[in-house]
């Protein structure tokens, strides 16, 4: 057997690409420190209990397990950041008023996930604690698109759906936490065979407006008008749909090449989101490029009631759809044992240039770097010399 081989759908990260997620990275959390946010940086294990507090069993399913030798206790390998996120902003800073929190770490899925060829994923992605109004979501939405833009993608589609339309049609019903997943489940499928049979339980009036959740999508003003004509009226609904109106209008201005839409039955994600979600496209990509929303109840399960909202994304994903880098330009210098060649290349080094010394039998070229200058002796000094 090759001992190298690696896990199904886990890669390496070769030269080229890992530069490319790494200038982005820090593009990208130099843009997230423009707005205010902090950076954490979470641990890449914790006990299971406190990693999935507040979740639902997609994350759990989602998620590698492990036994810690020392504790006796399982452990997980987190699957998403944002609620350890969450569970930092509720009990370590436990701070009053509103806290902007970023951060860029590894995850990984136990399972590939759906139109994806990777389990392991580098997640970006910023949260704000402490504001329920949607001003906070506004500026969620506004970093997410901005975000794409560092990357160079400016052609985004932005779906928008609100886990407080299903709550406000099933509310009064005694409903277990399973057939609540089972209803997301079939709602993201759209199918609606399956969930035409579940909803035999409910009142016709709920039942009909479950059903009617798999057709309310496109333009946010006609699914708007025709949801606001047809959902039953209920003050989570009527909420959720003004939240929608207000962030659809605010959004639209953010760009001439930015699409909206609404999905009603688009509720993806693992079951913690409380209020207006979104979900980023890209023509290249299946599935979302980014994800986001509200979700008020996490903080409230690690014992401090906060209002949250942020979004996340993968960098390999995003790496991957961004333009070609271009090659560094690069100087190549000998290497010999001479204090001024040092001092040079040390000057060099300074200003921002990449010198590579030239070992015995080294080539100097990389798909990465452009080696398209030398340095040369002339007389007492080194001068750097198109090749
Ligand atoms: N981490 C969530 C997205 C999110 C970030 N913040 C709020 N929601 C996901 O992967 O679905």
């Known amino acids: 057997m090759n001992r ?42 914790e006990f299971l209990d406190s990693l999935l507090t507040g979740t639902g069993s997609d994350l759990n ?23 350890q996120v969450a569970r930092i902003d509720a009990h370590l800073l436990n701070r009053e008023g509103v806290t902007r929190l ?30 329920a109004s949607w001003e906070a979501d506004f500026e969620a939405i506004t970093l997410l698109l901005s975000t794409l833009n560092v990357a160079g993608i400016h052609k985004v589609y932005l779906d928008f759906s609100h886990a407080g339309v299903l709550e406000g049609i099933l509310d009064g019903q005694n409903i277990s936490k399973e057939d609540i997943e ?12 399956r969930l035409a049979s579940w909803a035999q339980c409910l009142p016709p009036e709920s039942a009909q407006a479950l059903m009617t959740l798999t057709e309310l999508n496109g333009s946010c003003t006609e699914v708007l008008a025709q949801a606001q004509k047809i959902l039953p009226k209920h ?22 090449e930015l699409e909206l839409s609404i999905d009603l039955a688009d509720l ?48 390999l994903s995003l790496a991957h759809l961004a333009p070609q880098w271009v090659r560094r330009p690069a100087i190549v210098a000998p290497w010999i044992n001479d204090v001024t060649l040092t001092r040079k290349i040390t000057e060099l080094r300074h200003t921002g240039e990449v010198v590579i010394q030239a070992m015995p039998d080294d080539a100097v070229e990389t798909a990465e770097y452009l080696c398209n200058r030398e340095l040369v002796k002339k007389g007492d000094s080194w001068e750097v010399k198109q090749k």
């Open 4 to 45: 190298w081989l690696l896990p199904e759908d886990i890669a390496d990260v070769l030269p080229s690409e890992a530069r490319k997620v790494e200038a982005l990275r820090r593009s990208i959390l130099d843009l997230y420190q423009s707005y205010g946010y902090e950076l954490v940086a979470p641990p890449i294990l």
């Open 61 to 83: 399913l989602q998620t590698f397990k492990l036994v810690d030798q020392l504790s006796g206790r399982t452990l997980g390998l987190r699957a998403d950041m944002t609620p």
């Open 102 to 131: 970023c951060y860029a770490g590894s995850i990984a899925h136990a399972r590939t996930p759906v139109g994806s060829a990777a389990r392991e994923e580098l997640q970006i992605g910023a949260e704000i604690y402490g504001c």
């Open 182 to 193: 089972l209803i997301y489940g079939l709602l993201q499928s759209k199918d609606r065979t």
């Open 235 to 256: 003050s989570l609904i009527d909420e959720a749909l003004s939240q929608l109106d207000c962030l659809a209008t605010a959004a639209a201005g953010f760009s001439k």
């Open 268 to 315: 993806r994600g693992y079951q913690y989101h409380s209020g207006v979600m979104f979900a980023a496209y890209v023509d290249q990509l299946p599935q979302p490029i980014a994800r986001g929303g509200r979700y008020d109840h996490v903080g409230q399960a690690f014992g401090r009631a906060r209002p949250a909202t942020g979004f996340s994304l993968d960098l």
